[in-house]
């Protein structure tokens, strides 16, 4: 099992197997920790031992975020490895935790020495008006470092007006080889395997269900199409969803790809994403604009400089289209009700170099080589949504809700 953004964001690898699992693990970490959230190739169960930080979670609370002529407030705290944001009805908040992994562990993963744990801490929790937040979607796969921090497990969640939620898991049933075995027991490796990658319906009972296995079906893609990224497929890692009336759309940071899901679970794929100068796109996040047309952007594979993350504006039918430039490790974005577009960028230093307060929300004007600064000095942020007239960005997205006295996963209001 793999980590986040993009072990982010939501992973901890590079997709240079310099990470522990791939694109998923580019998105999930620290410094060498961003090497993971979302950006490389291979899985956390299968042990490949690549660094990406200490291994023991951020213990430093950093100090307020800097926001010349912006509000930031925190709305809640004590979340565990939060990631993507979706407003449901009522205005209520919904927040995707990717958990803190479990009491199973299997070597490597991490440094050398080092395990990942895995369990089944992930879900999606509701957020009150109070800051109270309670789960309403539980029971699903994660894997973490021993400590609970950078997890992978849910990393999207997006809701219909009628209630029903919509949710995705990372990896594939690929992640899991058979050598996890050896130190899982036999029901948690057939429940991570009949969970890892798919696309998972909640309705307002809470009752859940699986209704595509987007992560088997990117794998199969990429195996079918290795020419596109040789030394990277194939992969998958579903990592962000769109929901709409009859359709889910959804962002895999492995293959790149933006896939449609149908409500009868078939799956597409609508446009594939090219290779940055250095490894891979790694998109991460995408809406609908104004135009109709969808907004993605992406992370970047380690090794990409910082400002090579790009905004691509998506027709179906048609290949993708540059709309904006000069971004780096965006691991969350979308319209705000002022119709404007914002990216999270999880640091704005190279992903290798990501470490507390180097992230930052940013605002992208059509067309742009440069984005403009909304709120900097963040610590590794990921989700995005809004509602009337303020952003929310979930913040500390690699840290668990029990983290011995340090930062706890977060999500922060901001009035621009």
């Given at each position: 099992m793999a980590g986040y953004t993009a072990r982010t964001g939501a992973s901890r690898r590079g997709k240079e197997n310099t990470d522990?699992?791939?694109?998923?693990?580019?998105?999930?970490?620290?410094?060498?920790?961003?090497?993971?959230?979302?950006?490389?190739s291979g899985s956390a169960w299968a042990g490949n031992g690549n660094g990406h930080g200490n291994g023991h979670g951020?213990?430093?609370?950093?100090?307020?975020?800097?926001?010349?002529?912006?509000?930031?407030?925190?709305?809640?705290?004590?979340?565990?490895?939060p990631r993507?944001?979706?407003?449901?009805?009522?205005?209520?908040?919904?927040?995707?935790?990717a958990g803190h992994g479990g009491s199973e562990c299997i070597p490597g993963g991490g440094p050398p020495g080092e395990?990942?744990?895995?369990?089944?801490?992930?879900?999606?929790?509701?957020?009150?008006?109070?800051?109270?937040?309670?789960?309403?979607?539980?029971?699903?796969t994660s894997s973490a470092e021993p400590d609970g921090t950078f997890a992978i497990g849910v990393d999207g969640v997006s809701l219909l007006g009628n209630g029903d939620m919509f949710a995705v898991e990372g990896e594939s049933s690929h992640a899991v080889p058979p050598e996890a075995?050896?130190?899982?027991?036999?029901?948690?490796v057939d429940k991570a395997r009949a969970q890892l990658g798919r696309l998972i319906k909640t309705n307002p009972s809470g009752n859940w269900r699986a209704?595509?296995?987007?992560?088997?079906?990117?794998?199969?893609?990429?195996?079918?199409?290795?020419?596109?990224?040789?030394?990277?497929?194939?992969?998958?890692?579903?990592?962000?969803?769109?929901?709409?009336?009859?359709?889910?759309?959804?962002?895999?940071a492995a293959s790149n790809t933006l896939d449609q899901v149908r409500s009868?679970?078939?799956?597409?794929?609508?446009?594939?994403?090219?290779?940055?100068?250095?490894?891979?796109?790694?998109?991460?996040?995408?809406?609908?604009?104004?135009?109709g047309a969808f907004y993605v952007s992406e992370l970047t594979g380690t090794g990409n400089a910082a400002g090579a993350a790009v905004v691509w504006r998506v027709v179906p039918g048609q290949a993708p289209t540059e709309w904006a430039s000069g971004l780096t490790s965006v691991t969350g974005c979308g319209f705000g009700t002022d119709g404007q577009f914002y990216?999270?960028?999880?640091?704005?230093?190279?992903?290798?170099?990501?470490?507390?307060?180097?992230?930052?929300?940013?605002?992208?004007?059509?067309?742009?080589?440069?984005?403009?600064?909304?709120?900097?000095?963040?610590?590794?942020?990921?989700?995005?949504?809004a509602a009337g007239g303020a952003l929310y960005v979930s913040n500390w997205s690699i840290a668990p809700a029990s983290n011995g006295g340090g930062p706890t996963g977060e999500v922060l209001r901001i009035v621009p």
């Open positions: 522990v699992s791939g694109s998923r693990r580019a998105l999930a970490g620290t410094a060498a920790v961003a090497c993971a959230v979302l950006a490389g951020p213990k430093k609370h950093q100090g307020p975020p800097r926001a010349p002529g912006a509000t930031v407030t925190q709305l809640v705290s004590g979340l565990d490895n993507d944001l979706a407003f449901g009805p009522a205005g209520r908040l919904f927040v995707a935790e395990e990942t744990c895995v369990g089944f801490t992930s879900g999606v929790s509701k957020i009150e008006s109070s800051g109270a937040h309670h789960r309403v979607l539980t029971g699903l075995s050896k130190f899982l027991s036999a029901d948690t209704v595509a296995d987007v992560g088997d079906f990117d794998f199969q893609w990429t195996e079918e199409h290795k020419e596109l990224v040789p030394e990277q497929f194939p992969d998958a890692n579903p990592y962000n969803v769109l929901t709409e009336p009859g359709t889910n759309w959804v962002i895999d009868n679970g078939s799956i597409g794929v609508v446009a594939f994403f090219p290779n940055p100068p250095v490894s891979d796109a790694v998109p991460t996040c995408v809406d609908r604009g104004p135009d990216a999270v960028e999880f640091s704005t230093k190279p992903l290798l170099e990501a470490a507390p307060g180097t992230g930052a929300v940013v605002r992208v004007p059509p067309h742009s080589t440069s984005p403009t600064p909304v709120v900097e000095e963040l610590s590794f942020p990921n989700g995005f949504a």
